[in-house]
């Protein structure tokens, strides 16, 4: 596979196979990802690699906050707090792809809350990345950080892992930073599911739609 057929088949896998995976394929992918390029050479990045009876308890600790009614915050505004179009349109059919797949209903609130839920427990995948930053650091190194996100997810590949990029996991820093013994000196900027792909499972048969390059190139001579 080259490269760019690995960015066109990469996708966003929230199913996996109940199969360990080897630490040494967790560190040969971040051993890859870790030439990616960021501004001035910073490498902003910190990962934690959180697996086994430690990836399950932390887990619990987030689902049970979000089962509790009490609202996750980022720290930092991932999203719009009100969307505009095109891009309110893009999220809406992304919502409707997934849980179409599922067939699970606008009505169905049991099931949609569940099917979120299991983004706090990585979708049970049996790796759980974290990623922080030194609150010191500035906007640049959101951009150095999705770059070096992009490369983990590319080189996973290569070991036949699939991931999925996940804002949910930094919705409850309180939590993962106690759990993990990080202060307020450090961002929480998102996590990373990562594991065996189930591919018989629906929800990991569909593909969100992109827009084509004539929709946000402009090409001046």
């Known amino acids: 596979m080259n490269v760019s057929e690995a ?3 990469r996708k966003s896998v929230r199913k996996f196979l109940d199969r360990e995976v080897d630490p040494k394929a967790v560190e040969a992918i971040l051993d890859t990802a870790r030439w990616a390029a960021s501004g001035t050479n910073a ?3 910190e990962v934690v690699v959180v697996t086994g009876e430690r990836k399950k308890s932390l887990g619990d600790r987030v ?3 979000y089962r509790q009614g009490i609202r996750g915050r980022m720290e930092y505004n991932y999203y719009p707090v009100d969307w505009k179009e095109p891009f309110k349109r893009r999220r809406i059919e992304c919502g ?3 849980y179409g797949a599922l067939k699970i209903g606008r009505e169905d ?3 949609r809350q569940s099917q979120w839920a299991a983004n706090y427990r990585a979708f ?3 790796v759980m990345m974290l990623f922080f930053m030194d609150r010191y650091m500035e906007t640049g190194s959101y ?3 999705g770059i070096f996100l992009q490369s983990i997810m590319l080189a996973a590949m290569d070991h036949g892992l699939a991931t999925c990029p996940q804002a949910a996991l930094g919705e409850y820093p309180d939590i993962v930073k106690r759990e993990l013994g990080y202060g307020e000196d450090h961002v929480l900027i998102c996590g990373l599911a990562l594991g065996y792909e189930d591919t018989s499972d629906p929800v ?4 969100t739609a992109r827009e084509e390059v004539s929709v946000f190139t402009r090409f001046i001579e």
């Not at 990991?204 to 593909?207: D, E, F, G, P, T």
């Open 96 to 98: 409707k792809a997934l």
């Open 109 to 111: 609130t049991e099931r």
């Open 7 to 9: 960015i066109r088949n």
């Open 204 to 207: 990991n048969n569909y593909r």
């Open 63 to 65: 689902e049970s906050a």
């Open 43 to 45: 490498q902003p990045w």
């Open 124 to 126: 049970d995948a049996p």
């Open 143 to 145: 951009l150095d950080y």
